[in-house]
Nanobody, 125 residues
Framework: QVQLVESGGGLVQAGESLTLSCTAS??????????MGWFRQAPGKDREFVSA????????YYADDVKGRFTISRDNSKNMVYLQMNGLKPEDTALYYC????????????????WGQGTQVTVTS
């Protein structure tokens, strides 16, 4: 099992940037086998897909409303995953979760076996 802890959330104004980090604990051979994803959940809304990255980091996926603004990356040597968020909008306000799965269904929350507790991102206009 892998344990995930998010950090880097905060309060920013529209147009500013934040970088979220997800630190994974567990055996390195286990970590590199996981697809890693970012999801977010705003009050009154379902948890929605934001971005995902393959085991090797060669393949990335983005939700339509964040593509071009957000960048996902991973550093397997450090057991870390990142989400760089540029040009933040008030609509991006949500609790952001890091997640891990053994398979390759990157956009489906149900496919992820492990979840962090979330980090809050609040964007003011």
């Amino acid at each position: 099992q892998v344990q995930l802890v998010e950090s880097g959330g905060g309060l920013v104004q529209a147009g500013e940037s934040l970088t979220l980090s997800c630190t994974a604990s567990g055996h390195s051979s286990t970590f590199v086998g996981y697809v890693m994803g970012w999801f977010r959940q705003a009050p009154g809304k379902d948890r929605e897909f934001v971005s995902a990255i393959s085991w090797s980091g060669d393949s990335t996926y983005y939700a339509d409303d964040v593509k071009g603004r957000f960048t996902i990356s991973r550093d397997n040597s450090k057991n870390m995953v990142y989400l760089q968020m540029n040009g933040l909008k008030p609509e991006d306000t949500a609790l952001y979760y890091c997640a891990a799965q053994e398979g390759w269904r990157p956009t489906r929350a149900v496919a992820y076996e492990h979840w962090g507790q979330g980090t809050q991102v609040t964007v003011t206009s």
